[in-house]
T-cell receptor, first 112, second 108 residues
């Protein structure tokens, strides 16, 4: 158990819908990262927050957004969902900006 | 060409064998992660290293910064080591860039 929690574990929804994925980092970690793992693209970095501020952006679609709250938990919002958004979404956390990252169990999103 | 290349893509071994997985990268990095992903999907961080060698139980990771190369070794392999092993580098900023993974199967 890495200490990073993600909810829900599984999510099945329809195209065009909007979902919110939640992540709670390890106690004491200030950085939260979001990654997407799809069958054809592998693991890809989406976005990073540090102590409530966005720090880095990767291949994140405009339909996706994220935020980190004052209690340091983070949410990833996915809207206007398409079939191709079906993937495993991982959250990771680290103490600072360049420290070892610890991964949550992931949320498996299926868009039908 | 990917920034992070792993070899082999697939590896099958017999229990007890010594296993090596290689990772080469083409960018300057501040650190490199080795990750393990089990069939259920969960990802476990095995090592983060920026120089030299680290050991944890039967796992050993080495990195050569000048040659832009890292290896993950598993001694006395066991069927429970069967998983996908992923190399990931910290290049620009603090984002990880991932290799495609090595699927390891250890047969009893």
């Amino acid at each position: 158990d890495s200490g990073v929690t993600q909810t829900p574990k599984h999510l099945i929804t329809a195209t065009g819908q909007r979902v919110t994925l939640r992540c709670s980092p390890r106690s004491g970690d200030l950085s939260v990262y979001w990654y997407q793992q799809s069958l054809d693209q592998g693991l890809q970095f989406l976005i990073q927050y540090y102590n409530g501020e966005e720090r880095a952006k990767g291949n994140i679609l405009e339909r996706f957004s994220a935020q980190q709250f004052p209690d340091l938990h983070s949410e990833l919002n996915l809207s206007s969902l398409e079939l191709g958004d079906s993937a495993l979404y991982f959250c990771a956390s680290s103490v600072g900006l360049h420290n070892e990252q610890f991964f949550g169990p992931g949320t498996r999103l299926t868009v039908l | 060409k990917n920034e992070v290349e792993q070899s082999p893509q697939n590896l099958t071994a017999q229990e007890g064998e010594f296993i090596t997985i290689n990772c080469s990268y083409s960018v300057g990095i501040s650190a490199l992660h080795w990750l393990q992903q089990h069939p259920g999907g969960g990802i476990v961080s095995l090592f983060m290293l920026s120089s030299g060698k680290k050991k944890h139980g039967r796992l050993i990771a080495t990195i050569n910064i000048q040659e832009k190369h890292s290896s993950l070794h598993i001694t006395a392999s066991h069927p429970r080591d069967s998983a996908v092993y992923i190399c990931a580098v910290l290049a620009s900023g603090s984002r990880l860039t991932f290799g495609e993974g090595t699927q390891l199967t250890v047969n009893p």
